[in-house]
């Protein structure tokens, strides 16, 4: 089965904090997403990557950053959080051409 | 206008019941048409997709495409209590596009013993 993980299920911020979210995959997927949900809106795409070092913006990049260093590690950095990143956050993986495999999401909270 | 609409619900049934889930879109180039379920506290995952226009059946499930009137449709027949979740419908151009999914907001289906 594939099993992709998310570093924390719940967090709590300031506002202004550096915040460093982590997602790992253990399938030797190419493809990796970073995405928010809110309520209402559904998810919206914030960046994904095709290969190590690479990096593609989505709907919605900013005020987030994104590092992949090696091939099962995507990591999603708010360089200074605010209120309005409060959300969902879920990460998920794919070879190409096939469905995207999610984890079970970090819940972060910025006050 | 969002790009996709579905009725956020919630969706209450008593066990047993058909549920009907719905999306609307607006843009004519998708073709491919899924429909993910998320339980509380989980990720996403893929329920069934399809191609186009018509019906694919998988076991209780049956989803509905209708291309010329840009609406989706997903039935749950014999509704269980552990089909309640989160249904998210999504769609793309093409099959499994790697990054150019657009998810409706979800409806949320409680099923009740």
């Known amino acids: 089965d594939v099993k992709v993980t998310q570093s924390s299920r719940y967090l709590v911020k300031r506002t202004g904090e550096k915040v460093f979210l982590e997602c790992v995959q253990d399938?030797?997927?190419?493809?990796m997403f970073w995405y928010r949900q809110d309520p209402g809106l559904g998810l919206r795409l914030i960046y994904f990557?095709?290969?190590?070092?690479?990096?593609e913006k989505g709907d919605i990049p900013e005020g987030y950053s994104v590092s992949r260093e090696k091939k099962e590690r995507f990591s999603l950095i708010l360089e200074s959080a605010s209120t309005s990143q409060t959300s969902m956050y879920l990460c998920?993986?794919?070879?190409?051409?096939?469905?995207?495999?999610f984890g079970p999401g970090t819940r972060l909270t910025v006050t | 206008q969002k790009e996709v609409e579905q009725d956020p619900g919630p969706l209450s049934v008593p066990e047993g019941a058909i549920v009907s889930l719905n999306c609307t879109y607006s843009?004519?180039?998708?073709?491919?048409f899924m429909w993910y379920r998320q339980y509380s506290r989980k990720g996403p995952e893929l329920l069934m997709y399809?191609?186009?226009?018509g019906n694919k059946e998988d076991g209780r499930f049956t989803a509905q495409v209708d291309k010329s009137s840009k609406y989706i449709s997903l039935f749950i027949r014999d509704s269980q209590p552990s089909d309640s979740a989160t249904y998210l419908c999504?769609?793309?151009?093409?099959?499994?596009?790697?990054?150019?999914?657009?998810f409706g907001a979800g409806t949320t289906v409680t099923v009740r013993a």
């Open positions: 998920a993986s794919s070879l190409s051409g096939n469905e995207q495999y």
């Open positions: 399938m030797d997927h190419e493809n």
């Open positions: 990557s095709y290969d190590v070092k690479m990096k």
């Open positions: 843009n004519s180039a998708f073709q491919y």
């Open positions: 399809t191609y186009s226009s």
């Open positions: 999504a769609m793309s151009p093409l099959l499994f596009n790697d990054y150019k999914l657009s």
